[in-house]
């Protein structure tokens, strides 16, 4: 079936550094989404991204969807301890049934 | 935005009793809610396809007379938790989103233990 990784699992990153969680699909994708669950919290959606190559913004984050639709990328610009929490992409293979990556689970130290 | 309630946020029950989660959208109808558990630091496990006048589909490995769904208005979906085990205790968690081109709205997670 298809499965969909995340790299790195965890990252632990000084205030003001950048952030990068890649994700990468066995199948090509319809679409993607990204999601941020703070500790304890239920993922909150962030984006979607529908075609290949996209880039969106959103203020400190970027996120891109590669050529292929196979992979995507979520950076964080200067994080700040509110950006703590697990990123998760969710992949739509075009059943719109989304399989979530395995989670980067993102630490920054003040 | 797009709201998405369910009920309990917690709850602790003996073993081989049932336990029943429900999950509401406030503001918006969904034919499918998406039901997922996760595992403490693991990733959202998707269970099933709660269908709006029919049969859920289940995923593959998850007990479909375990985990009891039914969707019966387009704003509620419910999943039963049956005979509970203490490897049943996990964290539930249902969705839904307005349209295609929305992100998922979630509930805010039940936290089932079976004692």
């Known amino acids: 079936g298809q499965q969909v990784m995340q790299i790195p699992q965890y990252q632990h990153v000084q205030e003001g550094e950048d952030f990068t969680t890649y994700c990468n699909s066995s199948t090509t994708l319809s679409n993607i989404q990204w999601y941020k669950q703070r500790p304890g919290g239920h993922p909150v959606f962030l984006i979607q991204l529908v075609k290949s190559g996209e880039v969106k913004k959103q203020k400190r984050l970027t996120f891109q969807f590669g050529e292929a639709k196979k992979n995507s990328s979520l950076h964080i610009t200067a994080t700040q301890t509110t950006d703590v929490g697990t990123y998760f992409c969710a992949a739509d293979s075009g059943t719109y049934k989304y399989i979530f990556g395995t989670g980067t689970r993102l630490k920054v130290l003040a | 935005g797009a709201v998405v309630s369910q009920h309990p946020s917690r709850v602790i029950c003996k073993s081989g009793t049932s336990v029943k989660i429900e999950c509401r959208s406030l503001?918006?109808?969904?034919?499918?809610m998406f039901w997922y558990r996760q595992f403490p630091k693991k990733s959202l496990m998707l269970m099933a396809t709660?269908?709006?006048?029919?049969?859920?589909?289940?995923e593959q490995g998850v007990e479909k007379d375990k985990f009891l769904i039914n969707h019966a208005s387009l704003t509620l979906s419910t999943l039963t938790v049956t005979s509970a085990h203490p490897e049943d205790s996990s964290f539930y968690i249902c969705s839904a989103r307005p349209g295609r081109n929305y992100g998922y709205t979630f509930g805010s997670g039940t936290r089932l233990t079976v004692v």
């Open positions: 503001d918006f109808q969904a034919t499918t």
């Open positions: 709660s269908n709006e006048g029919s049969k859920a589909t289940y």
